[in-house]
């Protein structure tokens, strides 16, 4: 048998029929950490996936779910809970907290029960069934996503078959362009689909103030349009859970819009790897709830056959749970602190060393502190970062995206250093 | 989703549907982009039908035999001590020592895709040796076989076929179609019978195309438990090379099918010695007992390790907008027992007393059946292997099972062996008898 596969794997190569399928390149943000996993320079900065690090810049596991993991091994060690599949919308006790986690304890919506919700591989996962369901009901939709948004939007929306244009965003000195941005989605056919970022914008980390989100509700309106709110900072951004869904609210309970939020609970809970996330779509008809969920159900089934249980136990335990609520809270409070106060380092170091802004756009280094969330959307480009990664093993996104969370008091200044070699070696950013 | 309501025998259809909220009554009622003009209600399930039937009788010696999980011989779950030690260990030291929940990677956890791999393939297969796998983590059988056929119609084209044994889990069909492949069936399960049409089987097999996309069960064919012998594998693998089609294996139960893990993976082992081009998704769910926590893994044979690594690149094209990374729960289980010295083969001895009890279960069934004093042929009760027996019941039978005797199984007489226990073997036996003699 061995020989034969011998012959085979020898002859086969002329013969195989995956010889077309060709070497796809490493996903832009994934593929960061695995170069920098593979680098062996002590010194290394991974600046590059938005995962929380500590001041040491290492992963921190919540207290609260550390308490939430025991409390559910004590369970099932005693026999009290199984391992059996969940149904396909998911864990009912977390569906029945999830929602109100973004939309709040005074969701009318929620109170009227026009939420469909369904569990999700976090925020990828509940984007993916959204963009099906919005093939399968709106599939001449357009969908826009901002000018920059996290690449794996395009991927996704395009992978269920719609449609995707841009919206400006950004000016060139990184404040909204709320007039560009209002310009485009106005130029929207009707019927389009707006992906928005609920809070902490991924990666400019600049948001619109209550007011420009008030301006978006109108042409979202007038183009009755679908309004998709993508929710994977809460809480995590102001340290204030209530705050950071301000927008997801003000279009859901006051304006009493119809929208889909997706929420993942990846970076405000640290669950990274677990998963966890939901797709809440509300609707003005509670008859449609049920029949929506169907219908994300019959998307869901095809392809994981129903979600998995332990991320949503997680999330579930500690929500139901008082002093574990009390103390998830705090520690938001902890990370997004931490993320401020090494905002302010990173500029405060810069000032002294007298680094250039990356551009004569730039009056100063101010827009590190201004934004807001995981990421500074430093104003660098590839060639500053190429500079970055191969000279000072810093490791970002070739966008000048930095996650703030790899940033700690052992290493801001090595960064401020390097970020000034590689504006004196490659000169300032091109406008 | 028309598909599904075709399809009257589910294996595993979760309980999908809630019933219908009662309507808000507030006066005006806003007319909502989503009304029920343009979304309707999807197809009821029908197990879950089932079970809120069985759930709601009263009758004290009820069964449900429309289960697709194990159950003990009490009729309870059973998370099984090996997991439950695996478990424990994670709390106590971390995973690798260290607390993290960190993203795996979009092809999941080493450890366990190296465990895996070698579980399904043998510690000494060749393909292992050199490095000619595509791997990746999955969401258990359900997300390896959508992961195939994402990967076949993207790069055989939109509307390539796959050929599905006739019948299939119920799933697959709808699996297939969502990611872009349009289906075809083979010849296998004969009713006159009770077993494989074999005949059948080859003759589909030969007169497709050659370069066709085929689909095996490894083992405990769902819903039937009708498994090809050895000899016949053989010569169903000699013929697909011929063909030169393309097989992707579904393995949901390998250890759980016979008791020995070898063995059940000896069709899919022989596929891959005759050279086919072959594609596997492995199941963690049954001979894990780790349903929920939605674990599998995926991997695909490439001619050598350089086509292996342009596969895994494509892959990982597919998942990061399905899921960007899978769930690392379920696969630090399965590596923790896999690779500890002690838990694996206390493992092995737990998922062997599943599949020994199921197989004490047919024997039993059997045995009642001539008992009650039945004359018919019951041998497909002990010649089918795993979860599932096709007890050849009709509808109508089906009906009296559950009026006359408040025994609940599918229409198609689907028998869960799981739901069999020796404290109700004997009032099944003569219930069957009574239904079909």
């Known amino acids: 048998a061995d020989l034969r596969s011998t012959l085979v794997t020898t002859n086969s190569k002329k013969m195989s029929r995956w010889s077309h399928v060709t070497e796809a390149p490493p996903d832009p943000i994934l593929g960061v950490s695995v170069a920098f996993k593979a680098d062996t320079d002590a010194s290394k900065v991974n600046l590059g996936i938005g995962a929380y690090r500590d001041e040491n810049g290492k992963p921190w596991v919540l207290g609260c779910v550390k308490e939430a993991d025991k409390m559910i091994d004590a369970e099932l060690q005693a026999g009290k809970i199984d391992l059996e599949y969940l149904p396909v919308q998911g864990y009912q006790p ?22 469909a919700v369904v569990q999700s591989l976090s925020g990828t996962g509940a984007l993916r069934v959204a963009a099906e369901f919005i093939k399968m009901y709106a599939p001449n939709t357009v969908v826009y996503c901002s000018d920059p948004t996290w690449g794996n939007h395009f991927t996704i929306f395009g992978k269920a078959g719609l449609e995707t244009r841009k919206y400006r965003y950004l000016t060139k000195k990184m404040t909204l362009d709320i007039d560009g941005l209002l310009e485009d989605l106005k130029a929207a ?60 609210r003000y279009f859901a309970d006051e304006l009493g819009l119809e929208i889909m939020v997706t929420q993942s609970y990846s970076k405000n809970f640290g669950l990274y790897g677990e998963r966890i996330g939901a797709l809440n779509i509300v609707t003005s008809d509670a008859s449609t709830v049920p029949k929506i969920r169907s219908q994300l159900n019959g998307i869901i089934r095809p392809m994981i056959s129903n979600p998995q249980l332990h991320g949503a136990r997680l999330v579930a335990t500690v929500l139901n749970d008082a002093k574990l609520t ?92 390097a970020m000034k070699d590689a504006l004196d070696t490659a000169g300032p950013s091109d406008s | 989703r028309a598909l599904i309501s075709q399809v009257s025998d589910c294996a595993m259809l979760a309980r999908t549907l809630r019933t219908a909220a009662p309507a808000a009554n507030f006066g005006a009622r806003a007319m909502s982009r989503w009304n029920a003009e343009r979304i309707p209600m999807g197809p009821a399930d029908p197990i879950l039908g089932l079970n809120e ?85 999955v969401l258990s059988g359900t997300g390896g076989g959508r992961l195939a056929f994402e990967f076949f119609a993207r790069f055989l084209g939109k509307g390539t076929p796959i050929y599905m044994p006739d019948p299939t889990w119920a799933n697959h069909l709808p699996m297939a179609k969502d990611a872009g492949m349009s289906l075809e069936t083979y010849r296998y399960y004969d009713k006159k019978t009770v077993g494989l049409d074999f005949a059948g089987l080859m003759e589909d097999v030969k007169g497709a195309p050659d370069g066709s996309v085929f689909m095996f069960h490894a083992c405990a064919h769902n819903p039937t438990g009708v498994d090809p012998t050895m000899e016949q594998w053989k010569e169903i693998s000699a013929l697909c090379k011929s063909k030169g089609h393309t097989l992707f294996i579904d393995t949901a139960y390998q250890g759980f099918a016979s008791g020995d893990a070898d063995k059940d993976a000896s069709a899919l082992r022989q596929f891959v010695a005759d050279g086919n081009d072959v594609c596997v998704a492995q199941s963690f769910a049954k001979n894990f007992g780790l349903y929920g926590d939605r674990i599998g893994c995926f991997s695909f044979v490439g001619s050598n390790s350089e086509e292996a690594e342009r596969i895994l690149s494509q892959l990982k094209i597919i998942i990061r907008p399905m899921y960007s990374n899978p769930p690392i729960h379920g696969a630090r289980i399965v590596a923790t027992v896999l690779d500890d010295p002690k838990l694996n083969p206390q493992w092995y001895a737990e998922c062997k007393s599943m599949a020994d009890r199921i197989i004490t279960m047919r024997d039993a069934l059997k045995s009642n059946l001539a008992k009650e004093g039945s004359v018919k042929n019951w041998e497909h009760v002990t010649s089918q292997i795993g979860m599932f027996c096709f007890s050849g019941m009709t509808p109508e039978q089906v009906g009296r099972m559950k009026d006359e005797f408040h025994i609940y199984m599918t229409k198609n007489g689907r028998i869960s062996m799981a739901g069999v226990t020796s404290k109700n073997v004997e009032y099944l036996a003569h219930a069957m008898h009574q239904c079909t003699k």
């Open chain 1, 189 to 248: 056919p009707e019927g389009a689909t707006f992906v928005l970022h609920t809070v902490a914008h991924n990666p400019s980390g600049v948001d619109p103030t209550q007011d420009q989100w008030k301006e978006i509700s109108k042409v979202a309106i007038a183009k009755k349009a679908i309004c998709i709110f993508d929710t994977a900072y809460q809480g995590y951004a102001s340290g204030n859970l209530d705050k950071d869904a301000w927008s997801v």
């Open chain 1, 94 to 115: 977390f569906l029945d907290l999830t929602s109100e986690v973004i939309l709040g304890k005074e969701s009318k919506a929620l109170k009227e029960k026009r939420v």
């Open chain 1, 326 to 417: 009390k103390q998830w809270n705090e520690e938001l409070k902890i990370m997004s602190d931490r993320i401020v106060t090494m905002r302010t380092s990173l500029r405060d170091a810069l000032v002294k060393l007298g680094c250039q802004p990356p551009s004569t756009v730039f009056p100063d280094w101010n827009h590190i502190v201004d934004q807001i969330g995981m990421f500074a959307f430093t104003g660098l480009q590839a060639k500053h970062v190429d500079i970055l990664t191969t000279k000072h093993h810093i490791y970002c996104t070739k966008n000048g995206r930095f996650s703030m969370a790899g940033v700690n008091p052992g290493n801001v200044e090595k960064i401020a250093a």
């Open chain 2, 53 to 137: 039937q069985f759930n709601k009788d009263t009758f004290d010696k009820k069964i449900n035999l429309g289960v697709g999980a194990y159950r003990d011989d009490n009729g309870k779950p059973w998370v099984l001590p090996s997991v439950k030690a695996a478990e424990e260990k994670l709390v106590k030291e971390g995973w690798n020592g260290a607390f993290q929940k960190e993203y795996a990677g979009i092809t999941g956890i080493k450890e366990f895709n190296d465990a895996s791999v070698k579980f399904a393939y043998g510690a000494d297969s060749a393909v292992i040796k050199e490095k000619r796998l595509a791997v990746a983590q």
